[in-house]
């Protein structure tokens, strides 16, 4: 692939400190014969596109975000980090898309994960055409589960989710502000087996709660919208309710440590109106731990490590079957298996919590079990 028809280098203005996350990153100059290392695991793109947010000022956070970035302690331990600098915009929209969809898919080929950073979520589209026809789990963090339209225009993230096209895609939603939903579109989400989580239940229940949703998803995209100003200010849609700062680490954290997360975007800032540089300084952050986790990587599956599992059989007499769970004996993390009954090739095994079990040993069927089952019969 010619990098120089997708990407321009980015303009890394002040040299970065000793023994801190840009003394060690691989950076693209835009040489013609680049070639990525054989040890790379991640590549960072900037992606300088706000046209969706009709030129609100999006367009200039990669540069905000990776200045906070690389002055950031050092995790690129073996120059396994490489930053592929700022996606080349096409003349529309639909070529943007196109581009990072053509990079993003050469990345995958590879088994490199990607990071997007800045820009409007709609970007995140791109993404989503890479996975073609591949059964897909795609989660958002957002304070609403569709969002703006821009003027006439159909935000492509939408389209997945609202119209009726054929793509074998999950959608799951995490941090949704009731206030900002209206019912259909939350009658909507349950009718086609889409996962909600609204802010207050994941603040009450426990963060980690949402570690197996994260931890079954392919894609996930984070809009700086759902942070609380407090902690994300210069948000492109502030509001004065949301996730706090360590809370949305968390989830970028849970998403590195995911064996299946191919690809994380943080999205929706506004530089200019980030007076001391603090949602700058947090998107870096966010960044930051989504690569940690992937350098704290298991790759606990049940389908593939099997000796490292243990099997749990708990009959329901409601379904007049067994619920099956396993468990890692050395993460300690949970799995349990949703039957299909029309083809057991489609049977999926989903990771669950600790609660999960525990619920399944008093006959109560769990939430995101029953929630698939309906999905895949």
């Known amino acids: 692939m010619n990098w120089t028809d997708y990407l321009i280098p980015a303009n890394v ?24 290392p054989e040890a790379t695991k991640i590549v960072i793109i900037g992606a300088p596109e706000d046209r969706f947010s009709e030129g609100a000022g999006e367009i200039k956070s990669p540069g905000a975000i990776r200045k906070q ?14 930053d592929m ?77 609202f119209d009726k096209i054929d793509l074998p895609l999950h959608i799951c939603n995490i941090g949704y502000q009731s206030y900002y939903v209206p019912q259909w579109e939350l009658d909507f989400f349950r009718d086609k087996h889409f996962e909600t989580y609204r802010l207050g239940e994941i603040r009450n229940e426990n963060i980690k709660t949402s570690e197996p949703v994260i931890r079954d998803s392919d894609l996930m995209a984070i809009s700086m919208d759902a942070i609380r100003y407090s902690d994300a200010p210069a948000a492109s849609n502030p509001s004065p309710s949301g996730l706090t700062g360590e809370e949305i680490c968390q989830l970028a954290f849970f998403a590195g440590l995911s064996y299946k997360c191919r690809a994380l975007g943080i999205f929706d800032m506004l530089p200019q109106n980030d007076m001391l540089d603090v949602t700058a300084k947090l998107a870096a952050q966010i960044a930051w731990y989504f690569i940690e986790g992937i350098k704290k990587r298991n790759m606990d599956n049940p389908k593939n490590d099997s ?29 349990m298996e949703v039957p299909s009954i029309n083809n057991a090739a489609d049977s999926l095994i989903i990771s669950c919590t600790p609660d999960d079990y525990k619920r399944a040993t008093e006959q109560e069927i769990p939430d995101r079990w029953w929630k698939t089952y309906q999905r895949i019969n």
């Open 85 to 161: 600098g700022n996606l080349r915009t096409g003349k529309t929209l639909e070529d943007t898309y196109y581009g990072l969809k053509e990079l993003v898919s050469e990345f995958y080929r590879q088994n490199i994960i990607t990071l997007i950073i800045g820009g409007t979520i709609d970007v995140f589209y791109g993404n989503i055409l890479a996975m073609e026809e591949q059964r897909t789990v795609l989660t958002y963090v957002s304070p609403q589960l569709r969002f703006q339209q821009r003027n006439s225009a159909i935000h492509p993230l939408n389209t997945l989710m």
């Open 69 to 82: 970035l690389y002055a950031l302690a050092d995790v690129s331990k073996g120059g396994d980090v490489v």
């Open 307 to 335: 000796q490292n599992f243990k099997k749990y059989l708990i009959f329901f007499d409601e379904l007049h079957h067994d619920l099956c769970f396993f468990k890692n004996i050395k993460t300690e993390r949970w799995w």
């Open 13 to 36: 203005s002040a040299p970065p400190k000793y023994d801190s996350f840009g003394e060690s990153v691989v950076i693209y100059n835009g040489e013609i014969d680049f070639k990525i």
